[in-house]
């Protein structure tokens, strides 16, 4: 059964970056769309940067557009989420997650595989 494994969370200044890693360890992510989803205290999980099979297609939320990138290395088969310019609204649990589908890369789909999440604190 597939298993997703994030890392690379921390503490980090407003305005710093971090890169988050999402791995499969026995599994290749090759045939799996992946997303990351962000959950900030007391409030519901969103998508935040979701990319397609190919690697063609991605899809962010608009506030973190012009902040975090999405990534594969499908010779490492790594997911990474490049994340500059951070704010305390990013403060929160990311979780990585993986769905079955060859299509565009869409935040807003079902996702049926979860990692347990990797806290991320933007803070002074």
């Known amino acids: 059964q597939l298993q997703l494994v994030e890392s690379g969370g921390g503490l980090v200044e407003p305005g710093g970056s971090l890169r988050l890693s999402c791995a499969a360890p026995?599994?290749?992510?090759?045939?799996?769309?992946i997303g990351w989803f962000h959950q900030a205290p007391g409030k519901e999980r969103e998508g935040v940067a979701c990319i397609s099979i190919s690697g063609l297609s991605t899809d962010y939320l608009i506030s973190v557009k012009d902040r975090f990138t999405i990534s594969r290395d499908k010779d490492k088969n790594m997911v990474y989420l490049q994340m500059n310019s951070l704010r305390p609204a990013d403060t929160g649990v990311y979780y990585c997650?993986?769905?079955?589908?060859?299509?565009?890369?869409?935040?807003?789909?079902?996702?049926?595989?979860w990692g347990q999440g990797t806290q991320v604190t933007v803070s002074s």
């Open positions: 997650a993986a769905r079955e589908y060859w299509g565009s890369a869409d935040c807003e789909a079902t996702y049926t595989t």
């Open positions: 026995g599994f290749t992510l090759d045939v799996y769309q």
